[in-house]
């Protein structure tokens, strides 16, 4: 995801803040409920073609851009999870439309360095909750759809959440091949 860009801007990587509300879980699956903060985000949006591959199209801009293509030429550090909302269909597949986004470091939040490639965009969000669970290795489209199917099916019932959207998340740079940590998280209504 991140192999873009050398490691060396990333010295410094500080996680999305949030709390914990509560957990829970069903048979083998385990998830959490979380109060996400908002802020400013960096986010690329691609349609018209499928997640993986649309992913690899709007992660290097992003990288580029927290990595110091912007217009204070400064390298921001690493906010993670990168997250990414996917679009579902009925049927839980998921449409060709995908739209990252990079929370700014806490550090830049009040004053983002404004992106040179105009595909990107600085987006302010408000605090979300969400149903999140985690999962290991490299995670592709597939896996995200079984891992959101497994977690609406431990939360029926029990929760509402939005069907329209939800994001899926990454925590580690590509070349990183064990202990990997993704998320899928269902936004709460």
């Known amino acids: 995801m991140l192999g873009m860009i050398r490691n060396s801007l ?4 500080e996680t999305w803040p949030w709390q914990v509300l509560s957990t829970g879980g069903k ?20 349609t018209n073609k499928p997640v993986d591959e649309a992913l690899r199209e709007a992660m290097p801009k992003v990288m580029k851009y927290v990595g110091g293509t912007n217009d204070k030429g400064i390298g921001m550090g690493m906010t993670v999870p990168i997250s ?7 049927d839980g597949s998921l449409q060709k439309k995908l739209k990252v986004w990079f929370r700014i470091p806490n550090q ?15 987006e302010e969000r408000e605090s979300i909750t969400v149903y999140s669970t985690q999962f290991g290795g490299y995670a592709k489209e597939a896996d995200y759809v079984a891992q959101a199917r497994q977690l609406r099916a431990a939360l029926e019932g029990t929760a509402t959440y939005r069907g329209d ?20 998280w269902l936004v709460k209504t």
């Open 108 to 122: 830049f939040q009040s004053d983002p360095p404004v992106p040179s490639d105009d595909s990107i965009k600085i």
């Open 165 to 184: 959207l939800y994001f899926c998340t990454g925590y580690d740079p590509p070349m990183k091949p064990y202990g990997r940590r993704n998320e899928v």
């Open 27 to 46: 048979e083998d699956l385990s998830y959490e409920e979380r109060a996400c903060d908002g802020g400013k985000f960096a986010t690329v949006e691609v």
């Open 10 to 13: 990333f010295g410094s990587v």
């Open 84 to 90: 990414f909302a996917v679009f579902p269909n009925e």
